[in-house]
């Protein structure tokens, strides 16, 4: 089954403990993206990756890191998280970016105390 | 910086009723203006659009692009309960088209 697994679903942490949230998809997409949704503002793009080894900024990448050394998996690393990044984290990802609808995890939600 | 704004922000209607659902954007490169529909958890696709002018319709749903204005819309005609959700829309483009802007987007509630 063609799938996007983000992990873990629901995480609660606090200030300055570095995680991970791992992505993984098994549709051999080379675009990946990593979004964070907060009430009223709908999704906001943190970094998206284009292929292997290829990253880029999104509109809010600040406090994040992502790294892209295979194809199937794009992980998203909070370094020092803080409280403003309490949030629900969707992970994405298709074969042509734009040009093609996205194919979505179910969400990881973080509360960061 | 790349911009998408949605119109309503909320909006409650009666099973039955038409609604249209607005959507504007500024985005650089610009490739494509996509549709999708919140429930409880993942957005799922609804529509893609290109070229401006051209219709695209799923049953109840459609939605149409005009490049010139700048601006979509997404119509729901007949609505029943099970429309209700979050709709966002969101802009693709950037040096690398793998930027994508979404609106804030619009709650729907239809009441029975």
């Known amino acids: 089954e063609a799938q996007v697994t983000q992990n873990p679903r629901y995480l609660i942490t606090v200030t300055g403990k570095k995680l991970t949230v791992t992505c993984s998809q098994n549709m051999n997409h080379e675009y990946m993206s990593w979004y964070r949704q907060d009430p009223g503002l709908g999704l906001r793009q943190i970094y998206y990756s284009m292929n292997v080894e290829v990253t880029d900024k999104g509109d809010v990448p600040e406090g994040y890191k992502v790294s892209r050394k295979e194809k199937r998996n794009f992980p998203l690393i909070l370094e020092s998280p803080s409280p403003n990044q309490t949030s629900l984290y969707f992970c994405?990802?298709?074969?042509?970016?734009?040009?093609?609808?996205?194919?979505f995890g179910d969400g990881t939600r973080l509360s960061i105390l | 910086e790349d911009k998408v704004v949605q119109s309503p922000l909320s909006l409650v209607v009666h099973e039955g009723d038409t609604v249209t659902l607005n959507c504007s954007y500024e985005v650089t490169n610009f490739r494509s203006l996509l549709w999708y529909k919140q429930e409880k958890k993942a957005p799922t696709f609804l529509f893609m659009l290109t070229s401006s002018g051209i219709e695209k319709k799923s049953g109840r749903l459609s939605s149409i692009l005009d490049k010139k204005e700048l601006f979509s819309i997404l119509n729901i005609t007949a609505t029943q309960t099970g429309d209700s959700a979050i709709y966002l829309c969101a802009g693709g483009g950037g040096t690398s088209y793998g930027k994508l802007t979404f609106g804030q987007g619009t709650i729907l509630t239809v009441h029975p």
């Open positions: 994405a990802s298709n074969q042509q970016g734009s040009n093609q609808p996205q194919h």
